[in-house]
T-cell receptor, first 112, second 115 residues
Framework: GAGVSQSPSNKVTEKGKDVELRCDPI?????LYWYRQSLGQGLEFLIY????????KSGLPSDRFSAERTGGSVSTLTIQRTQQEDSAVYLC??????????FGQGTRLTVV | AQSVAQPEDQVNVAEGNPLTVKCTYS??????LFWYVQYPNRGLQFLLK??????LVKGSYGFEAEFNKSQTSFHLKKPSALVSDSAWYFC?????????????FGRGTSLIVHP
């Protein structure tokens, strides 16, 4: 596609349930980022993938969070046993040779 | 370590007046600097970047930013604001030395342009 695609756009889940968020990066982009945006908190880095290298997971807030990237393209962010503080907008971005990253529209996660 | 500060949570300006959104940064090496805009219920949209060279960078929608190394600043500017410029603006920095490819973002500034 022409841009970074994220699905679903909105997700409401019950506390304690697991959720999966999907990101389709721009075709050919080898770098992929996940950020979390909470109200008034700016963007919080979660995880970074670059090609076949081991991902940088230094931003994941707890072991309930994990992400994988299959075939160097699509990425899935999984949150297990969701908590209310996980409610936020989850943003995915990708980049290639240029240093700037291009963002998707985000997934708004609400844990009730 | 790298960090970004956007000292103003909100900037108010009248349509037609010049606008400035402030950003200061801290990196160990030399910076790559970025500005992004976010409209309601949308992702971040890239506006402009500083990599090297001319300190005045021009970007989309008439925006520009000035890199000031001595003041470690990268303020976003526009000569004449439009109501449609009202949005959240995010500054980001990345160290241009190898090994750190993850941009750090500021908390954002809400720009409100009044008719």
């Amino acid at each position: 596609g022409a841009g970074v695609s994220q699905s679903p756009s909105n997700k409401v889940t019950e506390k304690g349930k697991d959720v999966e968020l999907r990101c389709d990066p721009i075709s050919g982009h080898t770098a992929l980022y996940w950020y979390r945006q909470s109200l008034g908190q700016g963007l919080e880095f979660l995880i970074y993938f670059q090609g076949n290298s081991a991902p940088d997971k230094s931003g994941l807030p707890s072991d309930r969070f994990s992400a994988e990237r299959t075939g160097g393209s699509v990425s899935t962010l999984t949150i297990q046993r969701t908590q209310q503080e996980d409610s936020a907008v989850y943003l995915c971005a990708s980049s290639q040779l240029s240093p700037e990253a291009f963002f998707g529209q985000g997934t708004r996660l609400t844990v009730v | 370590a790298q960090s970004v500060a956007q000292p103003e949570d909100q900037v108010n300006v009248a349509e037609g007046n010049p606008l400035t959104v402030k950003c200061t940064y801290s990196v160990s090496g030399n910076p790559y600097l970025f500005w992004y805009v976010q409209y309601p219920n949308r992702g971040l949209q890239f506006l402009l970047k500083y990599i090297t060279g001319d300190n005045l960078v021009k970007g989309s929608y008439g925006f520009e930013a000035e890199f000031n190394k001595s003041q470690t600043s990268f303020h976003l500017k526009k000569p004449s604001a439009l109501v449609s410029d009202s949005a959240w603006y995010f500054c980001a920095v990345r160290d241009n030395r190898g090994g750190s490819y993850i941009p750090t973002f500021g908390r954002g500034t809400s720009l409100i342009v009044h008719p």
